[in-house]
Nanobody, 125 residues
Framework: QVQLVESGGGLVQAGGSLRLSCAAS????????MGWFRQAPGKEREFAAAINWSGGSTDYADSVKGRFTISRDNAKNTVYLQMNILKPEDTAVYYC??????????????????WGQGAQVTVSS
C-alpha cells in the first residue's frame, strides 16, 4: 500500500521558518517526481513546488520562489519543503504528492498518482 505522510506543520510568526517533511512508503521512491501543493480555506488547491526523481531539477510557483526550497533524500524516501520568510498568505493545508516520472515536471494536480493527508501551516501576523 502506497502511503505519503506529511509532518512538520504548525503555527509560526510572519517572517519565520518551517520545514515540512513527507515520508513515502510502498513505492520505488526514485521512480517518482514529487510535488508540494497547498489549499487555503475557500480556495482552489494550488501548486507550490516540484522536484524530479534525482533532485537535479526543480520548479516553483511565483508566489513562493526565493522563499521556499524543495529537496529530496532518496536514501530516506523523503521529500522536504523548507519555508522561509513566511507570510500570512502562506497559511494553508500543505499536501505532498507523487507522480511516476517522465522528463517533464507537472504543476497539474490531476497528473499526480498519490497524495498525502496534508499538514496544516498557520502563519500569524
Amino acid at each position: 500500500q502506497v502511503q505519503l505522510v506529511e509532518s512538520g506543520g504548525g503555527l509560526v510568526q510572519a517572517g519565520g521558518s518551517l520545514r515540512l517533511s513527507c515520508a513515502a512508503s510502498g513505492l520505488t521512491f526514485s521512480k517518482y517526481a514529487m510535488g508540494w501543493f497547498r489549499q487555503a480555506p475557500g480556495k482552489e488547491r494550488e501548486f507550490a513546488a516540484a522536484i524530479n526523481w534525482s533532485g537535479g531539477s526543480t520548479d516553483y510557483a511565483d508566489s513562493v520562489k526565493g522563499r521556499f526550497t524543495i529537496s529530496r533524500d532518496n536514501a530516506k524516501n523523503t521529500v522536504y519543503l523548507q519555508m522561509n520568510i513566511l507570510k500570512p498568505e502562506d497559511t494553508a493545508v500543505y499536501y505532498c504528492a507523487a507522480r511516476e516520472t517522465n522528463a517533464i515536471l507537472s504543476r497539474v494536480p490531476s497528473w499526480y498518482d498519490y497524495w498525502g493527508q496534508g499538514a496544516q501551516v498557520t502563519v500569524s501576523s
